[in-house]
């Protein structure tokens, strides 16, 4: 079989959020973790002389079909390189931008203003205050659109 009729599938193994080699072109990597980690802090594979994002594979393994390019494959717990199926949802990319630890804070006058994209949310008294209201208006929306679709 050539290499280019090769399936990822029968190349790689899941096992709790990481890729392994089980059957590269390169028989020293079996076993060992697939790909590297890029400049944006997301761990990607080559395969057929093409990048892939080691999260969008594990889409794929689990779901049986790549992720809708119309859509972001979200890590919930916004870490990167968590890539457990249970921590990976497919959202629109304006969901997939709220869920981020941006305080959305500023400082107007002596009041803090909260805001997230062109939603403002007020001026509270103190910054934790503006935090905690962006960071509950951010997860209302998530929780909303995910639920709801």
Not at 94 to 121: D, F, M, P, T, Y
Request: glycine share 6%.
């Amino acid at each position: 079989m050539g290499a280019s009729n090769r399936k990822i599938e029968d190349q790689v193994k899941y096992e709790d959020g990481k890729l392994y080699w089980v059957n590269p072109r390169k028989k020293s990597l079996i076993g060992k973790e697939c790909g590297c980690v890029n400049s944006k802090g997301y761990r990607v594979i080559s395969f057929h002389k093409k990048s892939k994002l080691v999260h969008h594979v594990v889409w794929y393994l689990h779901k049986g079909s790549w992720p809708d390019t119309s859509m972001d494959i979200d890590h919930i717990n916004r870490n990167k390189q968590d890539n457990r199926i249970e921590n990976l949802r497919q959202v629109s990319r304006r969901i997939n931008a709220l869920n981020n630890k941006a305080e959305n804070v500023s400082l107007k006058g002596n009041k803090w203003r909260s805001r997230v994209g062109q939603v403002s949310l007020g001026c509270f008294n103190n910054k934790e205050e503006a935090i905690k209201a962006a960071q509950s208006y951010k997860k209302e929306v998530i929780l909303k659109e995910v639920s709801y679709g």
